[in-house]
């Protein structure tokens, strides 16, 4: 079975600019994660989708990240205004619907962020 | 609050030594724990969680409450350990993972 896809898998900009990234879940998963990971750092949670509504945003600075998975399956994650301090790796996870326990979380290759 | 320490960001060992990557947690609760690894050039993956209490590539790891910790373990390290390993804890649906301990097996 095909894995979790992300792209780009690498990307610089200037500071203030606009960058997207996209993820594509593995067939099935309706919960679906955004996560920040920062050089030294481990992945932080930025936001939960589950299908195409969020469960978990409390991390995602609103100001100037924002994300959507519109119908429940791909996702896009963006940041309009980028600062320095948002150079990092951005890693999208899927798994399946949680009924009970723990539900494996499968990570994409993730999507390098530099900004100049 | 909710966090995971591993206190070490590099461990070397030579191959065949055994290994031991620590990581404490702070919860208030019943914690769940994992453990991620991830191999040069790949993706971060699942290695083992407490709760399974299984063996995987060698490597075990015992959740002591009283210590409130999650070490792991491995009696004879392999080349192919080398990695980056993150311990997680699970808090309602979401994972907090450590900074990470960067095993390096020499030969």
């Known amino acids: 079975e095909a894995g979790v896809a992300q792209s780009p898998r690498y990307k610089i900009i200037e500071k203030r600019q606009s960058v997207a990234f996209w993820c594509n879940p593995i067939s099935g998963h309706a919960t679906l994660y955004w996560y920040q990971q920062i050089l030294g750092q481990g992945p932080k949670l930025l936001i939960q989708?589950?299908?195409?509504?969020?469960?978990?945003d409390s991390q995602l600075p609103k100001d100037r990240f924002s994300a959507e998975r519109l119908k429940g399956v791909d996702s896009t994650l963006k940041i309009q205004p980028a600062k320095l301090e948002d150079s990092a790796v951005y890693l999208c996870?899927?798994?399946?619907?949680?009924?009970?326990?723990?539900?494996?979380?499968?990570f994409g290759p993730g999507t390098r962020l530099t900004v100049l | 609050a909710q966090r995971v320490t591993q206190p070490e960001k590099l461990l070397s060992v030579f191959k065949g030594a055994p290994v031991e990557l620590k990581c404490n947690y702070s919860y208030s609760g019943s914690p769940e724990l994992f453990w991620y690894v991830q191999y040069s050039r790949q993706r971060l993956q699942l290695l083992l969680r407490h709760i399974s209490r299984e063996s995987i590539k060698g490597f075990t790891a015992d959740l002591n409450k009283g210590e409130t910790s999650f070490h792991l373990k491995k009696p004879f390290a392999q080349e192919e350990d080398s990695a980056m390993y993150y311990c997680?804890?699970?808090?309602?649906?979401?994972?907090?993972f450590g900074t990470g301990t960067r095993l390096q097996v020499f030969p």
């Open positions: 989708f589950q299908n195409n509504g969020v469960v978990d």
């Open positions: 997680a804890l699970k808090n309602t649906d979401k994972l907090i």
């Open positions: 996870a899927s798994s399946l619907l949680r009924l009970a326990g723990y539900n494996e979380q499968f």
